[in-house]
């Protein structure tokens, strides 16, 4: 049990900070200091162009995808100089917004699957954030149940035609690479038949169309495939090997977003700092506010150790584990929790969005906005409670209406 | 950076869990909790000989000299088996505030017996209903004795020595108040044993009338000696509730995959399993903010108070809710005498009032982060 820096800890986090000191854009930092939940301002900068810079700045120095082998880009580093450059990159890691897929889970997946000379010419691009990646998965039809996904891959002599649609895809919009998955095999039960690939977004017959979210953002899309063609050589792993390549995505998934990830104490905190209640005190001085902070504040300490927990796990060479998805379990609904109770406290001014009006620039009132994905995207909060009970408790399995059934045979609505 | 039990650490917790697994099943927790004996010698004999007792004492003072980390992941194993024995008043309390107050006297004299458990300690702070706080303390210090009353004290029916917070001053400020060391066994002493909610733990009315004292630490230190241990109390406290919402988590988990309703296992029923889905989400929040605060409590670290308070709520929460809902996944039979639930769910509101109650800890929390905040 040591949290300080070994000797070695040490000199890696001085020369990541002299680094950051010597080449962050620092004219950027009162903006990402503000950056809300669920998109970032930067007074007028393009934040493609910003986070690309830097992406690009870190790349050349060689502090892009620390944990990735050299040859694909990384630098090879260990789990907690990983989290070392994390803490230390702070709020610029707020500029990496629309990375975090491409980096936290389709990059992992084409290097445990793909062919090597993909992922000579590609990691590195993506690692450089000259390429942004999207994940293909949800369809209308399959959603939490992800193997009830309906679009085809045939075989056609050395291609592989592609039908069908997906949707909730983050990011499509802006990227030019892919990992789909898709159906090879409509004659076994449902987890069988699934082959993975990855593609380049503009391959003719994909064709992205926004969807407005709740919030007024357009963060995803649908993407519908008209008989696109892919060589073999684009496959993710074996033919019908679909569902073991996409937990590669998935475990990766659960701890790229999951750990690290802030349960909002800190901005609730400040908040109640300033805020005066009506009896004229401070909200942070009243009991029944504080109670609540306290169960934030150890929700969010919580999550942060359970986090470097996980780190200590990986570096003595362990798999990320489905104890890793309460980090968005926790996370999600207390980020909803807070907002509600921000706005709660800001009384009838509470409802006003305006980020010129409100308090701490309408953090809160985006974030209530946002927040109901965050328990949805990436496994909803049932989901992930039943791979709690399951995976990690050993809990039987829920009963299943589809269990051993070809997929073609499977009831639909 | 290393955030886990060091391979020797997890042997001695092995080792403990063993231990007690023998020792202490929880037939003999319901025979304290039953009968009439107020803990169970035996064990606490045999905790003392093994050297658990004496794990963070140092070897000068007749410890094993070995640390905090050990002497939490024995803490663990106590709160895990349900211990009925004064582990948290005699060495979390008393021994800790001898170490870090006690003159060099009191320290040779008490220390090497706590650790070995020929000498039981209690602490005794309260007074009356509600926190306790510099205004209420009343029971007064003069001339070297203490008159006045403490109830209820934790352990206080079968303790030999007592610290007690005393008012040397008059007035209702905290500079009034010292700390003094206590021998029971004199005749200025009268206990009354209460009932409580965990009758596995005994706790007792202690009544001092010109009983015999001796201060420990400065006069006027009282207070912050006081609070300091309540800290380190907190920290070892939270590793015995951490073990307790662990076991009361497998206890459910158990019946849930054994108890069938509906031609199924109840397990299998999400209510069920998303009831300890959720149980296991606050055990290990409270698990990760508990090997933080034994980290700050193993290098003195600065964080000290926040991460005390900080594992104070977040274990003190997860044990309740464990415990309660245990009794919930077994249906009917939770609620029966013969089912060890209920003794889970009774140690986790005891535990969870003992150093006082969550209101006062969440208040100590805030008012940490602020502090270093502002720093
Ligand atoms: C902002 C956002 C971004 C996203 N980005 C991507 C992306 O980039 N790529 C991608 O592939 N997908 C993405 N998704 C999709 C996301 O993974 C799915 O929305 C999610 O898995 C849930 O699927 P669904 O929407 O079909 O809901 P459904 O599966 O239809 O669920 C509806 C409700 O039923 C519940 N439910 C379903 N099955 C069970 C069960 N077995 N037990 C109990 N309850 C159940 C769910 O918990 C939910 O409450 C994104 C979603 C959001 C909101
Ligand atoms: C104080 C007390 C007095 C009582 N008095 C009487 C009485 O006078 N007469 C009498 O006949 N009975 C009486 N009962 C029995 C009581 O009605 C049952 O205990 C209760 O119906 C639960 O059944 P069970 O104990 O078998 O639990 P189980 O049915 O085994 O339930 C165990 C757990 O599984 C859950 N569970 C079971 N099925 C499902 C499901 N389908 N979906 C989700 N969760 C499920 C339950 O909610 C519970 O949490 C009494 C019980 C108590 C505690």
Known sequence: MNFDDTPHEAAFRAEARAWIDANAPKHLLPHLEKAGFGGIELGGLDPMKEAKAWQKKKYDAGWACLHWPKEYGGRGASPIERVIWNQEEGPYAALSGSFIIGHGMCGPTVMDWGPEEAKRELLPRLAAGEDIWCQLFSEPAGGSDLAGLRTKAERDGDDWVINGQKIWTSGAHYSQWGILITRTDPDVPKHKGLTMFFLRMDTPGVRIVPIKQANGQSGFNEVYFDNVRLPDSQRLGGVGEGWKVSLTTLMNERLSIGSGMSAGFPDIFEFCKELELADGTLAINDRGVRSKLAEWACRQSGLKYTGMRAISALSRGENPGPENSIGKLVAGSSLQEIAMFALDLQGQAGAVSDPKLAAMAAKFQAQLLRSPATRVEGGTDEILRNIIGERVLGLPDDMRADKGIAFNKIPTA | ?375
């Open chain 2, 1 to 375: 950076m290393d955030f886990e039990f060091s391979a020797e650490q997890q042997q001695l917790k092995e080792q403990a869990r063993r231990y007690l697994a023998d020792k202490c099943p929880t037939t003999a927790v319901r025979a304290i909790l039953e009968g009439s004996d107020p803990f169970d010698r035996a064990l606490w004999q045999g905790l003392g000989e093994m050297g658990f007792l004496g794990a963070a004492i140092p070897e000068e003072y007749g410890g094993l000299g070995l640390g905090y980390l050990e002497l939490c992941v024995i803490a663990e194993e106590l709160g895990r088996a349900l211990a009925p024995v004064p582990v948290s008043s005699s060495i979390f309390l008393v021994a800790e505030i001898l170490k870090a107050a006690g003159s060099e006297e009191q320290k040779q004299r008490w220390l090497p017996k706590l650790a070995s458990g020929e000498v039981i300690g209690t602490l005794a702070s309260v007074e009356a209903t509600g926190s306790v706080r510099p205004s209420n303390v009343a029971l007064s210090a003069k001339a070297g004795t203490l008159t006045g009353a403490k109830s209820p004290v934790l352990d206080g029916d079968i303790a030999d020595i007592a610290i007690v917070l005393a008012r040397h001053a008059p007035g209702k400020d905290a500079q009034g108040l010292s700390l003094y060391l206590v021998d029971l066994n004199q005749s200025g002493i009268e206990r009354t044993v209460l009932d409580t909610i965990d009758p596995s733990r005994s706790q007792a009315k202690i009544a001092f009338k010109d009983a015999a004292a001796e201060l420990v630490g400065a006069a006027g230190d009282g207070w912050r000696l006081y609070e300091e241990a309540l800290d380190r109390a907190a920290i070892l406290t939270g590793f015995e509730q951490i073990g307790g919402a662990d076991k009361a988590l497998e206890m459910g988990r158990d019946y849930a995959l054994q108890r069938f309703a509906f031609g199924r296992a109840i397990g299998s029923f999400q209510a069920i399993k998303h009831m300890l889905a959720d149980m296991y989400v606050s055990a290990t929040l409270a698990r990760s903010n508990g090997y933080f605060g034994a980290y700050a409590l193993s290098t003195g670290s600065a964080d000290l108070a926040e991460a005390a308070a900080t594992m104070r709520v977040s274990s003190t929460k997860a044990f309740q809710h464990c415990a309660k809902n245990n009794i919930q996944v077994h249906g009917g039979m939770g609620f029966t005498w013969a089912m060890d639930c209920h003794l889970y769910y009774r140690r986790s509101n005891l535990l969870a009032v003992s150093l006082g109650g969550l209101n006062e800890w969440e208040d100590k929390l805030i008012d940490r982060l602020r502090a270093k905040n502002a720093a």
